[in-house]
């Protein structure tokens, strides 16, 4: 399954090349420059897609296009730095986390709809989740909004 990664970083560091810094181990652990594992949050792509309407609330910057936009870039990097729009990010995600505490341990939730290749039937795609793996990484990312919001850093985001 394809991942999107949340770090937090400084926002002097911030540039459009910034992807150059960060790199992945073969177990997905992400660091910078290539020597510390540094402290981040994995989504699957399709949990992302699920969320995709509140997260598009969002104000953002493309570092690659140097454009000012709303929501994530799905393909490459985006960058959350105003403080209004990680307090934001903070919130929806907490929403997020009060919606999921009411599930059960395993969670299924509709996703894409699909076709069959050779019998080009549609269905809807299932996807499952382990409550406690999501709400941890879901906790892990409204801690860094915070955090990044109270100490004046911005969050990048890598997509798919």
């Not at 309407?53 to 730095?81: F, M």
């Amino acid at each position: 399954m394809p991942i999107h990664n949340f770090v937090i970083e400084n926002k002097e560091e911030i540039n459009e090349s910034i992807y150059t810094s960060y790199s992945w181990d073969a177990h997905g652990i992400i660091h910078k420059n290539g020597l510390m594992a540094i402290e981040h949050a994995d989504l699957e792509d399709e949990f992302i897609s699920y969320i995709q309407d509140s997260l598009n609330w969002l104000n953002t910057w493309n570092p690659s296009t140097c454009k000012r936009c709303s929501g994530l870039n799905n393909y490459g990097i985006t960058v959350i730095e105003e403080k209004d729009a990680l307090l934001k990010l903070h919130q929806l995600i907490r929403a997020w986390i009060d919606v999921f505490n009411l599930a059960p341990d395993q969670i299924k939730l509709t996703g894409d709809y699909c076709f069959d290749g050779y019998e080009q039937r549609g269905y809807y795609e299932k996807l499952m989740y382990n409550r406690v793996e999501l709400m941890n990484e879901l906790n892990k990312l409204a801690n860094m909004a915070k955090d990044a919001e109270v100490n004046g850093k911005c969050i990048v985001h890598f997509g798919i």
